[in-house]
């Protein structure tokens, strides 16, 4: 091998000829073990010009002039990275902004410390690790102890984001081998479980749904349906559950895809309509239909009529009773067929009514039954 040194300037510059014509250059070593290797314990090369755009280019290309070109952008003071392919400029691919440290990938304006942009097709941005071990991105303040961690378990096949602080709080997983997603817990055991986390000050909301897009239409939803096919051209599903706008809490179903209908309704003030979306005015449950049961239990606060069989109750005379019927057409204190019609029957106030006319009618057998007696006994005397 031979070697060639020149001394400038106190650096030494060795050029060192091997057999092979392969040329090694060695700035501030006599042992290059490159095709330029250069040491020193300052600043080590130092690329400069006066053009008024760009300073300092480096080409790092293949021998049909693929690769990239290195140099800083004077004009807007950022460091280019330039792609080549056969000699031909594929643009600046990566920017390094000087002032503000800003990478740029696919763009030489990053708006912040890494931007991706693409004008051709999406922006991707890919961190991979090995077999059966973690690929994490972190989200942090300066210091790295707040902040949330994005992270991919290779072992368990699972990707979740979590709490970068003193509760490291598990946000959502998703199992990509059951497909189940879990809130608040990394262990989901259905396709979505929501579990509330320990340290929340947050209201007692384990799902909460809000639709802002239209003031006037502004419902929140849920959809239910066993199959695609059954969600009709509207977005129709077989049934529904939700929130509608000066409503209230709604139930739908329909018969068929496009004929979703409210089946009950939960208003402000608790009450419950089941069959109208209108609830009776003073009522806490109305129903447009008819209802089957086993039993009904009313309970009443006035009292009920026994006190028809005290000794100060004032029993109507039958005159006085065939009067009111004479008059009015209906028994006293028994409301019209009219009066029915209108406004319904209170079905506890209505069983009291009816009970306070069958003590009184028994007051009246028990008075008709005690004048027969004493005409019995007048007639046998007789």
Not at 11 to 29: D, E, K, L, R, Y
Not at 141 to 155: I, P, R, T
Request: hydrophobic share 35%; glycine share 10%; with cysteine.
């Amino acid at each position: 091998m031979h070697k060639l040194k020149f001394a400038l300037y106190g650096m030494m510059i060795c050029i060192c000829v091997p057999i092979f014509a392969q040329q090694n250059v060695g700035i501030g070593t006599t042992d290059p073990q490159e095709k330029l290797h250069i040491f020193s314990n300052s600043p080590a090369l130092l690329i400069q010009n006066d053009h008024t755009s760009q300073s300092g280019r480096i080409a790092l290309r293949t021998s049909n002039f693929t690769g990239y070109d290195m140099y800083y952008k004077t004009d807007q003071d950022y460091l280019a990275f330039e792609g080549f392919e056969s000699g031909n400029s594929l643009g600046t691919q990566m920017a390094i902004q000087l002032s503000s440290g800003n990478v740029g990938i696919g763009t030489i304006q990053p708006e912040a410390n890494l931007h991706i942009s693409t004008i051709l097709g999406n922006s991707k941005a890919w961190i991979t690790s090995g077999f059966n071990t973690n690929s994490e991105l972190a989200l942090a303040e300066a210091f790295g102890s707040l902040g949330v961690k994005l992270l991919y378990n290779g072992l368990t096949d699972q990707f979740s984001i979590s709490e970068i602080g003193p509760f490291a709080e598990t946000f959502m997983v998703i199992d990509r081998n059951s497909t189940n997603v879990g809130f608040g817990t990394d262990s989901p055991a259905g396709p979505i479980e929501i579990e509330r986390i320990s340290n929340s000050t947050l209201p007692n909301y384990m799902l909460l749904l809000h639709n802002n897009t239209n003031a006037n239409l502004s419902n929140a939803m849920i959809g239910f349906s066993a199959s695609a096919a059954e969600i009709g051209s509207g977005g129709f599903t077989p049934a529904a559950i939700g929130f509608v706008r000066d409503k209230g809490l709604v139930f739908r179903s329909s018969t068929g895809s496009d004929d979703t209908q409210t089946r009950m309704l939960i208003d402000g003030a608790g009450n419950i309509s089941m069959g109208t979306e209108t609830p009776a005015t003073g009522h806490k449950l109305s129903v447009d239909g008819k209802i089957a049961c086993e039993e009904v239990r009313v309970e009443l606060s006035d009292s009920w009529p026994d006190y028809v069989f005290s000794q100060s109750y004032n029993l109507p005379t039958l005159g006085e009773v065939r009067s009111h019927i004479t008059e009015k057409g209906h028994l006293p204190g028994i409301p019209s067929a009219r009066e029915v019609e209108e406004n319904g029957l209170v079905v506890g106030e209505m069983q009291r009514n009816m009970m306070e006319k069958i003590e009184e009618l028994t007051l009246y057998i028990l008075q008709q039954d005690e004048r027969i007696k004493k005409l019995e006994t007048q007639l046998k005397k007789d």
